[in-house]
């Protein structure tokens, strides 16, 4: 009787058992930043709990909601074509930094980082100069409430500060990739991440 065929791994892996949804919330709070985890079919692995600034409210339009749907869409049929990291801007302007997930030469999911501000803004005056667009296309009533809530969304500043944290999320995807066939918790997972990063914490 011939041997069963294998399953491809590439097809079966998941990002979403253990405690790979746990580390990925813990870490996004870690790092100030917004983190998306997606396997290969776009099923949202672990809807981040980190868009409670302005993307929160954004999200909560029609107009908002629906263009960022699009721009997430856009991003990952990118990465899916290229198999590169990069990072974009959103229609609303925010930094977006994507990285491929691939195993055994195949991509098996994607991990975004999001809600990142490209350039510091001190005061509400340099927010309304930058984001007051789209405050006017997806038509927000509240726009003292909106630029308030930008209090605790970081800034990357060009070339160094934006690379080092692409090459950071890099190393953080292949941490999952393990972690998809080895459980680890986060303790673990973060003294792993320091010794083997030496770019960790000087974004």
């Known amino acids: 009787m ?9 097809n079966t892996i998941s990002f979403a058992q253990g405690h790979i949804p746990e580390l990925l919330k813990k ?7 917004a983190l998306s985890l997606r396997s290969n079919t776009g099923e949202v692995v672990c809807k981040t709990d980190y868009f409670y600034g302005p993307c929160s409210i954004i999200r909560g339009t029609d107009r908002g909601r629906a263009r960022c749907r699009k721009t997430y869409k856009n991003i990952e049929d990118r990465l899916m074509r290229r198999k590169t990291p990069f990072v974009n801007v959103c229609y609303a302007g925010f930094l977006i930094f994507a ?11 994607t991990l975004l980082g999001s809600q990142i501000l490209p350039v510091e803004c001190d005061k509400t005056m340099d927010l309304e100069s930058f984001f007051g667009h789209t405050a006017a296309a997806i038509d927000l009533k509240n726009t003292a409430e ?8 970081r800034t990357l500043k060009p070339d160094l500060q934006r690379i080092t944290f692409l090459q950071y999320l ?6 999952f990739i393990s972690m998809a066939f ?17 770019q960790f914490g000087r974004f």
């Open 182 to 198: 080895a459980d680890k918790n986060w303790e673990l997972f973060l003294k792993e991440i320091k010794t083997n990063t030496p």
């Open 146 to 153: 909106f630029y308030k809530s930008f209090s605790r969304v």
């Open 27 to 33: 870490l996004e709070h870690y790092l100030g930043v």
């Open 99 to 109: 990285v491929p997930l691939e195993f055994r030469g195949e991509m098996v999911g």
């Open 170 to 175: 890099e190393e953080i995807g292949h941490h």
């Open 2 to 10: 011939p041997p069963e065929p294998q399953k491809n791994v590439n």
